[in-house]
């Protein structure tokens, strides 16, 4: 078992069981290790306590960070990792696809693809060659290589890496010294993509709603067409939909799972807050 599955089954426990508000030594059993051992698990994962991640999580802190409103048009687009690490000149560009590439559901298009592990779990890569088409979570790879040929039924799909599955990696594993810039080739309607190109704006560490989004792209109206492109999202972390929650402090759904959504706020929540700052 990943250091994430660890962590992912330790806050799907944490969920179930809000109401009783576990202990330290609840949780570690329940992921079958020493309480601390699971503490020193979990602080290295995500550089906080147990505690403190579960403060990021929490409603009142959801709420406090959705009431520092600003708007994302006020908002410098940043990207990657805190402290000394981060990452200030990677952009993600994206490219959409012709009419033509979006109708032909991938025919005359060759699609490379990888399996790798990053913080998050394991992910599958997918490019053209003009850049990543799809950025996958999955915890079963057979049925993850399935999602992928349903999404090009008419593209020629193998096994294989090239630069964009590099500048990925590079990426995930932090390593930011010559940082590129990340194409994304995507399949979308236009409205998605108007979409998708919003939640880029969105920093790390913030929170919008739904209704936040519909204003940005001008459309107030359209909160339910926004959830279902957001949830259409195929790139996973890249677009970071897990960023966007209920207007009432809510995590919400997640294409990749809500355990995977919770880490992954919590984890980013903890790198721009750390450990000093309460919920």
Request: overall charge neutral.
């Amino acid at each position: 078992m990943t250091d994430y599955q660890r962590i992912a089954q330790a806050i799907n426990y944490i969920k179930a069981n809000f109401k009783d508000q576990p202990n330290l030594e609840q949780v570690a059993e329940s992921v079958h290790l020493s309480p601390y051992h699971f503490q020193r698990l979990f602080k290295k994962w995500a550089g906080v306590s147990p505690k403190k991640f579960l403060q990021y999580l929490s409603l009142a802190h959801a709420k406090k960070v959705l009431s520092q409103q600003h708007s994302l048009e006020e908002t410098t687009f940043q990207t990657g990792l805190s402290g000394s690490g981060r990452l200030h000149d990677l952009f993600v560009n994206i490219e959409g696809m012709t009419p033509g590439e979006y109708k032909n559901q991938g025919e005359n298009l060759s699609i490379k693809y990888s399996i790798n592990e990053c913080l998050f779990g394991n992910y599958l890569i997918a490019t053209t060659g003009k850049g990543v088409c799809n950025l996958l979570f999955f915890d079963d790879e057979e049925q993850v290589v399935e999602e992928l040929k349903m999404l090009w039924p008419k593209a020629h799909l193998g096994m294989g890496a090239d630069g964009d599955h590099d500048t990925v990696r590079k990426f995930f594993n932090k390593n930011l010294d010559n940082p590129e810039k990340i194409r994304l080739h995507l399949k979308g309607t236009e409205f998605q993509l108007k979409v998708w190109e919003a939640l880029l704006r969105i920093p790390e560490g913030k929170l919008v709603s739904y209704s936040e989004i519909a204003n940005q792209i001008s459309q107030p109206t359209a909160q339910r067409a926004i959830g279902t492109s957001i949830g259409k999202n195929p790139v996973g972390y890249l677009i970071p939909c897990h960023r966007v929650i209920k207007s009432v402090g809510g995590i919400g759904e997640y294409r990749w799972g809500q355990e995977r959504k919770m880490a992954i706020i919590g984890w980013e929540s903890a790198q721009v807050f750390g450990e000093e700052h309460a919920a």
